[in-house]
């Protein structure tokens, strides 16, 4: 293996460098934009070392909001579990935290969702001829995905209440957890007196 080998290896290393930063400087100028990407491109090594860094600081040191929200879900799995007798049930215990950990994940997902720049990078890519509304489509369609699962986890949670409807302990943790959540929907059918199951779980997709 030659020099030629060896330089050629190295750019090529530092080609998705630079094909990655130019999509972080598609606001620069022509001139600008170039430079730089040549320069990654070039310095890869060093901005490998850059980037393997902040990925490690971010995997090991989660943001706080991650965290407060990680702490809220993962309170009211614990409270609510706590006010039922799951020993010796491990079918029933991993029902009952897929279904309350469904419905407090998807409560907070639809409250704050997520809206990543690499949506509209990839129409960028496949040079659609309107990214911007190509990424506002496919966010509204994701949208009202996450809407659709959460009606369907807010039934299960309300059914999982009227099925523990002599558990008040579990009630009174339940509508804490939905003003927690600010899940006016769930709140207003967990406090509902006299219905049955059914009329409950209907209340909520009203």
């Known amino acids: 293996m030659d020099l030629l080998d ?4 190295y750019l090529a290393c530092g080609a998705p460098f630079a094909v990655q930063y130019s999509f972080r400087l598609k606001d620069r100028g022509p001139a600008e934009k170039s430079a730089k990407c040549i320069l990654a491109g070039l310095a890869w090594p060093v901005f490998a070392v850059i980037w ?8 090991f040191s989660p943001t706080p909001a991650n965290t407060e929200t990680r702490q809220l879900i993962d309170g009211i799995r614990e409270s609510l579990e706590a006010s039922v007798d799951l020993s010796g049930r491990p079918d029933a215990a991993f029902e009952f935290r897929r ?31 309107r990214p911007d509304l ?48 600010n899940d006016d929907r769930t709140l207003q059918a967990l406090t509902k007196d006299g219905d049955s199951g059914s009329a409950i779980a209907a209340s909520a997709q009203v």
């Open 52 to 59: 393997l860094t902040d990925a490690f600081k971010r995997l």
């Open 6 to 9: 060896l330089a050629i290896i």
């Open 99 to 129: 279904t309350v950990l469904r419905w407090a994940e998807l409560a907070v997902a639809v409250k704050d969702p997520t809206r990543s720049p690499a949506v509209s990078d990839i129409w960028e890519i496949t040079e659609h001829s």
């Open 134 to 181: 190509a990424s506002a489509s496919y966010i509204h369609r994701e949208t009202r995905l996450i809407d659709a699962h959460f009606e369907a986890a807010r039934g299960d949670l309300i059914n999982l209440a009227t099925s523990l409807k002599d558990n008040i302990d579990f009630r009174s943790r339940a509508i804490t957890a939905a003003k927690l959540l």
